[in-house]
């Protein structure tokens, strides 16, 4: 019980970091931008290419993984994303959905179909019991990251200048470029950021969530799910949204696998009928 | 001053009934388009299959359309319908009602029935929300076909669907000849119904709607009512798409539920251009021969191109190319002496 618990809970920690670069492209951006599990998928490649050709130690690939997906969203984002943030928002998902499949391609021509499994270290792998709870190595260590992710972002978002630009920026693009802050700046470095926190998710997940060049389409809907449920106006909606969802997830598959993903996506399509803004934000 | 240069009430409204008659008239391009397509399944039978499946890509396309193009609902789980008109048709053939056209109708009612209960939940909220809503209602079904395995065949897919000849006379052939006619025939009826129901004042009541629902129910018109409306008559032509697949294909497997289908309607439509009918015929050749290209050349990877055509459309803003088309078509008209506007065989 308290083991699933505890693997829910590194879940959705693990969801959140892959999330919440989406919580600020659609959440504050306005953007939506279906294509956000591309940035993860291209982190977990990362890791294993450099780990299966290079032979680099798998913590070590980590922060190679988040710089190569913050280069690769910095491209995309200063090649095509800049050109649809003012268009509708249908535009928005055809553009992304059609960057999914040739994501999704590309991947399966580089990489292969197959799912590719990542050989974490021995000292990862091991479990310890304590007080009658089985805890894996490599769980906590992901909780661990993640909870030091979410209090640098929300220090960043709170009490550091660039964070209140960018929450200027997003609160009225126009009045904050009046003021002198170089928006167009702030909304790409904040676009690789997100791009590369995903790109560090998808590395550390690849062993939980499993990689292969479907994933953007399979775990879109959870990111999704994250930031609309969440609601988008803080750090701490997304987190806890994510927390449930991974527990919730984690348990479900558990005790009653007939149902399969059916209680999580009934639980979305409610809370966005009671609560269209979000289970965590107060409404604008 | 002003009431004197008003012109009378009733010349206004015989002025209006002309226009809107001429509007709805049949168009010489669109007599030369019906033809074509008539003239194409005849003298191909080679390509029965193809022909088929255009067929129903097209009519599926065309309910994405009335939905998107006419009412302005962005929808990404537009197969949700399409699966459950598959498979009730399906199920039906399996289960001992073998009449092709009776399956359908069942089919259509089934979907429109969805689209009615899942309208209410569509309705509330934004762009973002309503993604998010078809989506999961997609997603939803997918799961119930995947795990009601007893009664769908799980990821096996259902088996033994064998309807019966169409009408009591035409048996289905393995060539897709019967198919193909068949698939036709309905598309051509059910384009008949759409172009009558956009052309009447409940279509005009959704344009105005689309283009700005505040001032829609400023006039009076019912906005709800008629979101709700639509939205059932779309999920309906989805059904009846879907029941074409299943009976001509006399197979239904769990992908007529997949988020691809809903992402590949929508870029038919958008292929082909929202908003008049047509767009979702045309895109759906134009898809087709894509994809068959495509695969010619890179049999695995064709995806990627048809995510790069995705891309390019929206980047090259795809609203000014419809614009472009549009006069390039009148240009050329002009050019050959005929006038687009008098084109009009009905008034």
Redesign the interface.
Known sequence: MLTILFDGVAYGMLLFVLACGLAVT?GLMNF?NLAHGVFAMAGGYVTVILMERLGVPFLATLPLAFLAAALLGLVLERL?YR??YG?S???Q???S??????????T??FMGSEQRIIKLPVFLQSRVEWAGVSIGIYRSLIIVICGVLVVALQAVLTRTRFGARLRAAVDDARVARGLGIDVTTIFAVTFAIGSGLAGLGGALGAEILGLDPNFP?KF??YF??VV?VGGTSSITGPFLASLILGIADVAGKYYVP?????VI??V??LV??LR?QGLFARPR | MMAGAMPEPAAVETSLARVFARRASWRLSEIVFWIGAFLILLVWPSRSLLINEIAILALFALSLDLILGYAGIVSLGHAAFFGTGAYVAGLLTKHGLSDPTLGLAIAAASAAALGFATSFLVLRGADLTRLMVTLGVALMLFEIANQAAALTGGADGLQGVAPGPVLGLFAFDIFGRTASVYSFAVLILMFLVARRITNSPFGLSLRSIRDNPLRAAAIGIPVARRLVAVYSIGAAYAGVAGALLAQTTQFVSLDVFDFARSADVLLVLIIGGTGYLYGGLLGAVAFKAMQDGFATITPQHWQFWIGFVLVALVLARRDRLARLGHQGMSFVATRLGIDLGKMGTGS
């Open positions: 659609l939506v095509l050109h649809l268009r928002h249908l535009d998902v055809l553009f959905i059609g960057l999914v499949f040739m994501a999704v391609s590309a399966d021509y389409l879109m809907i999704l799910i609309t007939a149902f399969g993903a059916f996506y009934s979305m399509i966005l009928i269209p």
